[in-house]
C-alpha cells in the first residue's frame, strides 16, 4: 500500500508492513514528517519516493527519471482527486 523501506517502517514504529492499518498509518506518519522538513509537497513527495538524503544532496528533486515520473503522477493525482 505504502512505499516503505524495513529501516523507515522501523523508526516509525511499524511491526508488520503488510498489516495495511499499520502500513498506512506509517506512511502517512512519514509523509507528515516530509511534509515539516521539506516545506514543499514537491520535495516531499520526492524524498518518500528517492529518501530525504537525495533530495538534500541535489537542493530539490533528484534528477532520477524514476523520481521526476513518479512526483509528476502525484501531482497529477492530487489535481484529479481534489
Same mark, same amino acid.
Given at each position: ?18 498489516? !495495511? ?5 506509517? +506512511?502517512?506518519?512519514?509523509?507528515? @514528517? ?6 514543499? %509537497?514537491? /520535495? ?7 529518501? !530525504? ?5 541535489? +537542493?530539490?528533486?533528484?534528477?532520477? @527519471? ?6 509528476? %503522477?502525484? /501531482? ?7
Amino acid at each position: 500500500l505504502m512505499q516503505l523501506m524495513p529501516k523507515t517502517a522501523e523508526s516509525l514504529g511499524v511491526r508488520d508492513p503488510f498489516d !495495511p492499518e499499520e502500513n498506512i498509518n506509517g +506512511g502517512v506518519q512519514y509523509l507528515k @514528517d516530509l511534509l515539516g522538513e521539506f516545506r514543499s %509537497k514537491e /520535495k516531499a513527495v520526492a524524498a518518500y519516493n528517492a529518501g !530525504p538524503g537525495a533530495v538534500k544532496r541535489y +537542493g530539490g528533486i533528484p534528477p532520477y @527519471d524514476e523520481t521526476k515520473k513518479y512526483v509528476e %503522477k502525484v /501531482k497529477k493525482l492530487y489535481v484529479d482527486f481534489k
